[in-house]
């Protein structure tokens, strides 16, 4: 058991960063300095002819712009148990696995020390800031959060998800509580080896501690919605099961099942009274501040990929605010939401100086001469750039893959918005569409299907070249069945609402065909995540994958083993 727990200054957090970030030029190069001086004798750096150099101008040289595909082998000695300072001077304890949603495969990350420190860090400020605007007092977080297990690699090394090497380090809890977030939920029903009965306990704890819960968190919006959808299905065992005081049978992990025991009793009021709200409830709206009357606002990531899903969240939130969580990825953490009361839509996150050294490539028309890296001070506002991150877990100038828009600054350190995965693009001739592009397009399409008062439930989609000429395919699986011709409009707007010059170009030109939209059976998008799980992907850490790619061969299969109607758009008349 965690002994005393610290409290921490909320008002001293809020300094220490106002003091880093007006600093940031100066805190930029001492972190650099910092890495290259504790990873001087590195295998990685040595080949690069450093040679102990932690000179700014040697390092631009003489290291060059790399992505996961450049460092993988060296990852592969490290997972393979070679301890020698390959990338890092100490050893790495662990070994992180990204979702593999993005390009279709996982990738190795190293996880180390400084980047848990990093965690912590990162939970102090945004908390502090986010405690300054939405104030909570001493109670529990009704949080989301799965932790996959861990295995060892044939090297010795633990492996497992980002999130998983998060939970299990024991600074993890110590950190939580310090910043007021106690989960609801037992260690049990965290580490559950099943999802779907670590989900259900989740919500049944909530309830539980209905009066006490201060927040709602999940890592990703989409994890929210999927949660309160599975609410309106369970809802009467989990009513059931505070009226019984006993747990239902679908729960038969024991180590849960013996965790939960012990939390629940006979509680026939409380029963009656969650029985009453839902009852009374109008299609699920405001469904969180009626189960949890004293929550101040829901968190979690709710940018990029997980836009589509606000829409719904709020229609749960009723008017409790949604609050973007930080910004970051499998690498390591970027940027802290130092401004809450924005909407997700108008999120920005303050870059963290001291989480590595940030440069920025100006997002250039063509790729045929890359532009000049800026550093983090020099970077314009309204100019768009993909991240390259250098940090303490052996990541030297590395193309993160993002593209962010400079949107201000905080201080001296700049404030971003993330705009899209740069190698999320749908294409097949000149044409260019990003995962905005593509979200744009769905959520135009998406208003025409509201007013047969339907909702888009999740999308994807891929590039159809297997005849000429080759087309979009998108994927929706949505809440019923309209009237065909509602399908046949929402098919010619998705094709209309992709505006790149290069797309409408070669629409017209017939150079790519009609837009092809095919809506999938109920609980298709499930089987897709399934996939993903099944893959070792943490409940808490999987995106839908907005583009699937040919390689992507077993999700391919899924959707097109479910398609139930296809349509093709007329939108260009030739």
């Given at each position: 058991?965690?002994?005393?727990?610290?409290?921490?200054?909320?008002?001293?957090?809020?300094?220490?960063?106002?003091?880093?970030?007006?600093?940031?030029?100066?805190?930029?190069?001492?972190?650099?300095?910092?890495?290259?001086?504790?990873?001087?004798?590195?295998?990685?750096?040595?080949?690069?002819?450093?040679?102990?150099?932690?000179?700014?101008?040697?390092?631009?040289?003489?290291?060059?712009?790399?992505?996961?595909?450049?460092?993988?082998?060296?990852?592969?000695?490290?997972?393979?148990?070679?301890?020698?300072?390959?990338?890092?001077?100490?050893?790495?304890?662990?070994?992180?696995?990204?979702?593999?949603?993005?390009?279709?495969?996982?990738?190795?990350?190293?996880?180390?020390?400084?980047?848990?420190?990093?965690?912590?860090?990162?939970?102090?400020?945004?908390?502090?800031?986010?405690?300054?605007?939405?104030?909570?007092?001493?109670?529990?977080?009704?949080?989301?959060?799965?932790?996959?297990?861990?295995?060892?690699?044939?090297?010795?090394?633990?492996?497992?998800?980002?999130?998983?090497?998060?939970?299990?380090?024991?600074?993890?809890?110590?950190?939580?509580?310090?910043?007021?977030?106690?989960?609801?939920?037992?260690?049990?029903?965290?580490?559950?080896?099943?999802?779907?009965?670590?989900?259900?306990?989740?919500?049944?704890?909530?309830?539980?501690?209905?009066?006490?819960?201060?927040?709602?968190?999940?890592?990703?919006?989409?994890?929210?919605?999927h949660a309160f959808r599975t609410f309106e299905h369970v809802w009467e065992d989990i009513v059931a099961d505070i009226r019984e005081g006993v747990l239902s049978s679908r729960?038969?992990?024991?180590?849960?099942?013996?965790a939960m025991s012990k939390l629940l009793r006979p509680n026939p009021e409380l029963a009656e009274l969650i029985r009453t709200k839902c009852m009374n409830l109008s299609n699920?709206?405001?469904?969180?501040?009626?189960?949890?009357?004293?929550?101040?606002?829901?968190?979690?990531?709710?940018?990029?990929?997980?836009?589509?899903?606000?829409?719904?969240?709020?229609?749960?939130?009723?008017?409790?605010?949604?609050?973007?969580?930080?910004?970051?990825?499998?690498?390591?953490?970027?940027?802290?939401?130092?401004?809450?009361?924005?909407?997700?839509?108008?999120?920005?996150?303050?870059?963290?100086?001291?989480?590595?050294?940030?440069?920025?490539?100006?997002?250039?028309?063509?790729?045929?001469?890359?532009?000049?890296?800026?550093?983090?001070?020099?970077?314009?506002?309204?100019?768009?750039?993909?991240?390259?991150?250098?940090?303490?877990?052996?990541?030297?100038?590395?193309?993160?893959?993002?593209?962010?828009?400079?949107?201000?600054?905080?201080?001296?350190?700049?404030?971003?918005?993330?705009?899209?995965?740069?190698?999320?693009?749908?294409?097949?001739?000149?044409?260019?569409?990003?995962?905005?592009?593509?979200?744009?397009?769905?959520?135009?399409?998406?208003?025409?299907?509201?007013?047969?008062?339907?909702?888009?439930?999740?999308?994807?989609?891929?590039?159809?070249?297997?005849?000429?000429?080759?087309?979009?395919?998108?994927?929706?699986?949505?809440?019923?069945?309209?009237?065909?011709?509602?399908?046949?409009?929402?098919?010619?707007?998705?094709?209309?609402?992709?505006?790149?010059?290069?797309?409408?170009?070669?629409?017209?030109?017939?150079?790519?065909?009609?837009?092809?939209?095919?809506?999938?059976?109920?609980?298709?998008?499930?089987?897709?995540?399934?996939?993903?799980?099944?893959?070792?992907?943490?409940?808490?850490?999987?995106?839908?994958?907005?583009?699937?790619?040919?390689?992507?061969?077993?999700?391919?299969?899924?959707?097109?083993?479910?398609?139930?109607?296809?349509?093709?758009?007329?939108?260009?008349?030739?």
């Amino acid at each position: 058991m965690l002994e005393k727990v610290e409290t921490l200054d909320l008002t001293k957090v809020i300094d220490e960063f106002e003091e880093m970030t007006r600093n940031a030029e100066e805190i930029q190069r001492q972190t650099l300095v910092d890495i290259l001086e504790k990873n001087k004798s590195t295998f990685y750096l040595q080949r690069c002819g450093l040679n102990g150099s932690t000179d700014i101008d040697d390092f631009k040289a003489m290291v060059p712009l790399v992505t996961d595909h450049e460092l993988e082998p060296y990852i592969k000695r490290i997972v393979e148990g070679d301890k020698s300072p390959i990338l890092t001077a100490q050893p790495v304890p662990a070994i992180s696995l990204s979702s593999g949603t993005s390009q279709g495969r996982p990738k190795f990350i190293p996880f180390t020390d400084e980047l848990m420190e990093n965690t912590l860090q990162l939970f102090r400020t945004a908390f502090a800031f986010r405690n300054r605007d939405f104030p909570i007092g001493y109670g529990k977080a009704l949080q989301f959060i799965f932790s996959s297990k861990q295995y060892i690699s044939e090297g010795g090394v633990p492996v497992g998800t980002a999130t998983t090497n998060l939970y299990r380090n024991p600074k993890f809890k110590a950190g939580l509580q310090s910043i007021r977030s106690i989960c609801c939920s037992p260690d049990e029903v965290i580490f559950s080896p099943d999802v779907h009965q670590a989900l259900y306990c989740h919500l049944l704890c909530g309830i539980l501690c209905r009066d006490e819960v201060q927040y709602v968190f999940a890592a990703f919006a989409h994890s929210l919605v999927h949660a309160f959808r599975t609410f309106e299905h369970v809802w009467e065992d989990i009513v059931a099961d505070i009226r019984e005081g006993v747990l239902s049978s679908r729960i038969t992990v024991p180590s849960v099942r013996a965790a939960m025991s012990k939390l629940l009793r006979p509680n026939p009021e409380l029963a009656e009274l969650i029985r009453t709200k839902c009852m009374n409830l109008s299609n699920w709206y405001g469904l969180i501040p009626e189960l949890f009357p004293n929550a101040k606002y829901l968190y979690g990531i709710m940018t990029g990929s997980m836009e589509p899903y606000v829409n719904k969240l709020r229609h749960y939130a009723g008017g409790l605010p949604l609050i973007s969580h930080d910004y970051g990825s499998s690498e390591g953490w970027i940027g802290a939401n130092v401004t809450p009361r924005l909407p997700p839509e108008e999120a920005v996150f303050a870059v963290v100086p001291n989480f590595g050294y940030f440069e920025f490539i100006p997002i250039a028309e063509t790729e045929e001469a890359l532009p000049k890296p800026v550093g983090l001070t020099e970077v314009k506002v309204g100019e768009e750039y993909e991240i390259l991150f250098t940090n303490y877990a052996g990541m030297y100038r590395y193309r993160l893959g993002d593209v962010v828009k400079v949107m201000g600054f905080y201080n001296k350190t700049p404030q971003l918005k993330f705009i899209c995965r740069k190698n999320l693009i749908l294409s097949i001739n000149i044409d260019k569409n990003t995962e905005r592009d593509l979200q744009v397009s769905v959520e135009a399409a998406a208003k025409r299907l509201s007013e047969e008062k339907l909702e888009v439930l999740d999308f994807s989609s891929q590039v159809d070249v297997s005849s000429e000429p080759g087309h979009y395919v998108i994927y929706w699986e949505i809440s019923g069945v309209p009237a065909m011709d509602a399908l046949q409009e929402c098919c010619n707007i998705l094709d209309r609402s992709f505006l790149d010059a290069g797309y409408v170009g070669s629409r017209k030109s017939q150079n790519i065909g009609p837009l092809e939209l095919r809506i999938v059976g109920k609980g298709t998008f499930k089987k897709v995540q399934e996939h993903y799980l099944g893959l070792g992907t943490s409940a808490g850490q999987f995106k839908m994958p907005r583009c699937v790619k040919h390689i992507n061969i077993k999700v391919l299969q899924i959707l097109s083993e479910n398609v139930d109607y296809r349509f093709f758009s007329t939108a260009f008349d030739f």
